[in-house]
């Protein structure tokens, strides 16, 4: 079975950092593409960030770049998202998915939550000003 197991929320002052994991298996770690997004309360889920082993692509969302980046762990079948310069906004739960193939389909990046096939639970980031 694939299984997605996120890790790594918690409480921490605007301008601190956090590094979120999301550990997989079940699925060949290199063939799939592993996106993280984020959900605030009574709002959708956004695409936040994206790797893909396959072609060494990564993604990110206006609002992360420069303050986020993701990595992965080939022989821990791990990604995982380091955040800093944390802001307010930044709370939400953060959630990791899995899709096979790239995180780029040649003319525009995954970022809708339709487009990944299989969801970890969230952990949640609290972020206080």
């Known amino acids: 079975d694939v299984q997605l197991q996120a890790s790594g929320g918690g409480l921490v002052q605007a301008g601190g950092s956090l590094r979120l994991s999301c550990a997989a298996s079940?699925?060949?770690?290199?063939?799939?593409?592993i996106g993280w997004f984020h959900q605030a309360p009574g709002e959708d889920r956004e695409g936040v960030s994206c790797?893909?082993?396959?072609?060494?692509?990564?993604y990110y969302a206006d609002s992360v770049k420069g303050r986020f980046t993701i990595s992965s762990d080939n022989a821990k079948n791990t990604v995982y998202l380091q955040m800093n310069s944390l802001k307010p906004e930044d709370t939400a739960g953060y959630y990791c998915?899995?899709?096979?193939?790239?995180?780029?389909?040649?003319?525009?990046?995954?970022?809708?939550?339709?487009?990944?096939?299989?969801w970890g639970q969230g952990t949640l980031v609290t972020v206080s000003s």
């Open positions: 998915a899995a899709k096979r193939g790239s995180c780029y389909s040649g003319s525009y990046y995954y970022d809708i939550p339709d487009e990944y096939d299989y």
């Open positions: 790797i893909s082993k396959s072609d060494g692509i990564t």
């Open positions: 079940g699925f060949t770690f290199d063939d799939y593409a």
